[in-house]
């Protein structure tokens, strides 16, 4: 059985930077695409960045691309995400996800980030 | 960045019923790169569609995904009471993709 589980959000102030970690299991985390997608209070989710399963690209929202960072560890079977200079609209549930380059068939349970002074 | 416009916003409906939700993208998707999910409060989105027209692992075949270039439909031919959700289209033709903004499903 698939399981992502997301860690790392928290309460960061404006202009501050966080990590986000997706440890997977259930599947080989090697051969596959894997996304972070976002969700803020009440909206609807918006796709944040993707890479592939050497991690040699990387794709990212106009909205987010030069503040975050995706990465992978495929030895400890791990996707990062590199927040920095945070703003009040990064706030959001950040969920991992993986199953194809474009689609998500599998979900983590979402970890929360709020950017507050 | 293609846009991605659902329609309606919210729908109420009994169960039992036929429902056909819309998605509309600012410019052609290519090679039908198209995906529905169901959100319910609380939970992660869980894919539906994928290819405009795959069924996803479990999904029940009252589901159904339709069309091409801009235009795309799901369609639930009749209603349980497990399917009243949100529900988002999702375009992945391009390097950067993008959801719709969303149809409520609620019950009437």
């Known amino acids: 059985e698939v399981q992502l589980v997301e860690s790392g959000g928290g309460l960061v102030q404006p202009g501050g930077s966080l990590r986000l970690s997706c440890a997977a299991s259930?599947?080989?985390?090697?051969?596959?695409?894997m996304h972070w997608v976002r969700q803020a209070p009440g909206k609807g989710p918006m796709w944040v960045s993707r890479?592939?399963?050497?991690?040699?690209?990387?794709d990212y929202a106009d909205s987010v691309k030069g503040r975050f960072t995706i990465s992978r560890d495929n030895a400890k079977n791990t996707l990062f995400l590199q927040m920095n200079s945070l703003r009040a609209e990064d706030t959001a549930v950040y969920y991992c996800g993986t199953r194809d380059s474009g689609y998500l068939g599998d979900w983590g349970q979402g970890t929360l980030v709020t950017v507050s002074s | 960045e293609i846009v991605l416009t659902q329609s309606p916003g919210t729908l109420s409906l009994s169960p039992g019923e036929r429902v056909t939700l819309s998605c509309r993208a600012s410019q052609s998707i290519i090679n039908n790169y198209f995906a529905w999910y169901q959100q319910k409060p609380g939970q992660a989105p869980r894919l539906l569609i994928y290819g405009a027209s795959n069924r996803a692992t479990g999904i029940p075949d009252r589901f159904s995904g339709s069309g091409s270039g801009t235009d795309f439909t799901l369609t639930i031919s009749r209603l349980e009471p497990e399917d009243f959700a949100v529900y988002y289209c999702q375009q992945y033709g391009t390097s950067v993709l993008t959801f719709g903004g969303g149809t409520k499903v609620e019950i009437k």
């Open positions: 259930g599947f080989t985390f090697s051969s596959y695409w």
């Open positions: 890479i592939n399963p050497d991690g040699s690209r990387t």
